[in-house]
């Protein structure tokens, strides 16, 4: 009888340890498969994220283009501000107006990091500088968006308030090409307007804004190539 409990207590202890194998190498199969899935959906990530950067560096480059517009004819404004009136009429006033007017938008690609941090799934991307890259755009996305919002509202609550009595927005607008615009039969002089210290005060201030969202860009710029880079498909 003893030894038939014996070898009954054997047996036993043997099929436990069979069944212990099958859990681990049950548990190990199932981690190597979960694994397997994090790492395609972090290389599907990755590479969504590439794609996306590389449309956001076309997006910023044509919106600095258009910054730079804006900006430059302002400054051309503001150098003619004092000068004779000959000098001052050699200009197409209307026109570095119109330009100086524009109105750019941006709208970057920014669908995948957006659902990546709200589905939480931002620890899928084992690279921590590639998470700190993506936590500075966030970061920096919403310094340049209040960047320009300020320039929007100064030109809009304050220049061109400022230019309403001054300046033929009809006139102006004929670059344009809108059915509306052409020349103003009561168009102002522009003379005086450009001996006004206020008017360089206006511009100076919004040439200023203008500054404040292109070094953002730029800055933004910086930090689409840092992440093209750290996204980059293995082998490129």
Known sequence: MENKTGKYFKYAIGEIILVMIGILLALQVNNWNN???????EKEVIAKLHTDFQENKKVLKDFLIEVNNQMNA????????GTSKDELFKHNLDSIFYVSFGYS??????????????????NLLKNEKTTDLLYKWNTLSEIRKTRVTKLDNWSNTELIPYLLDKISFKQMDKASNYPWTGISKVKPDYYPLFQEVTFENYLD???WHYQQVKERCLETDNLIDEIIEATKPSGK
């Open 205 to 207: 201030n919004s040439i």
């Open 74 to 81: 302002q400054i051309t404004l503001m150098n003619l501000i």
């Open 105 to 122: 938008e941006i709208a970057f690609a920014d669908n995948t990091i957006k659902n990546i941090i709200q589905s939480g799934k931002l």
């Open 35 to 41: 694994n397997r899935i994090e790492q395609n959906e």
